[in-house]
């Protein structure tokens, strides 16, 4: 079945520094992507999205591109503030059923000052 | 805005004992889903629903019930908690299916003992 799979955290950086985590997907077809960020004590709230290959989603300072030769989803940031500090969740919907949406297992992400 | 509600934040339940998590949305939205999150597994889809009166399996149902009698309800029954039922359960709606963009409950620690 389809599937995400994200790099492994925690991810430690130092504010204003670069970010990248990894997302690389196994899927049928071309699915839509998302990546979702979880606050510490709160619910997941959703980042960006992209729905077709090469598009790129954007939002409050983070991007990710739907590479569809390299599978690939990496979110990135230019620089972090402490205020990033949270888990953050690479996701797809499946075609074979576009009511579920699969997550893969988060990547936490510290920011120290 | 309420958005997604969930009661009861915290549970601790003994092995055999029954409850009901509740979820309620005041969006509208006809879209309803459970997810259960545990250390190292990111989230996984217990059981959705695409409107009042329709409920469908998702990735792990067994040990849970549900129903959706109205649009803005959508509880989480375990009939027999075990153990392996410890978890943070969440609660998400959208404005319809297949759209991947879920708007989140705050989420309920459930322990099994």
């Known amino acids: 079945g389809d599937s995400v799979t994200q790099m492994e955290g925690p991810v430690t950086l130092s504010e204003e520094a670069f970010l990248t985590i990894n997302c690389t997907y196994t899927?049928?077809?071309?699915?839509?992507l998302f990546w979702y960020v979880q606050y510490p004590g709160e619910g997941l709230q959703l980042l960006l999205k992209?729905?077709?290959?090469?598009d790129k989603g954007s939002n409050k300072g983070f991007e990710a591109t739907y590479r569809k030769e390299t599978t690939s989803f990496h979110l990135e940031k230019g620089s972090v503030q402490v205020s990033d500090s949270a888990v953050y969740f690479c996701?797809?919907?499946?075609?074979?059923?576009?009511?579920?949406?699969?997550f893969g297992t988060g990547t936490r992400l510290q920011v120290f000052p | 805005n309420a958005g997604v509600t969930q009661t009861p934040k915290f549970q601790v339940l003994k092995t055999g004992q029954s409850m009901t998590l509740q979820c309620a949305q005041d969006?509208?939205?006809?879209?309803m889903s459970w997810y259960r999150q545990d250390p190292g597994m990111g989230l996984r889809l217990i059981h959705y629903?695409?409107?009042?009166?329709?409920?469908d399996q998702g990735e792990v149902p067994n040990g849970y019930n549900v129903s959706r009698s109205t649009t803005e309800d959508f509880p989480l029954r375990l009939l027999s908690a075990a153990p392996s039922q410890t978890s943070v359960y969440f609660c998400?709606?959208?404005?319809?299916?297949?759209?991947?963009?879920?708007?989140f409950g705050e989420g309920s620690r459930l322990t099994v003992l």
């Open positions: 998400a709606s959208s404005s319809q299916g297949g759209t991947g963009e879920l708007f």
């Open positions: 899927a049928t077809g071309y699915p839509s």
């Open positions: 992209a729905t077709k290959a090469d």
């Open positions: 996701a797809l919907i499946p075609l074979y059923n576009t009511d579920k949406l699969i």
């Open positions: 969006m509208n939205h006809e879209y």
């Open positions: 629903s695409v409107g009042a009166g329709i409920t």
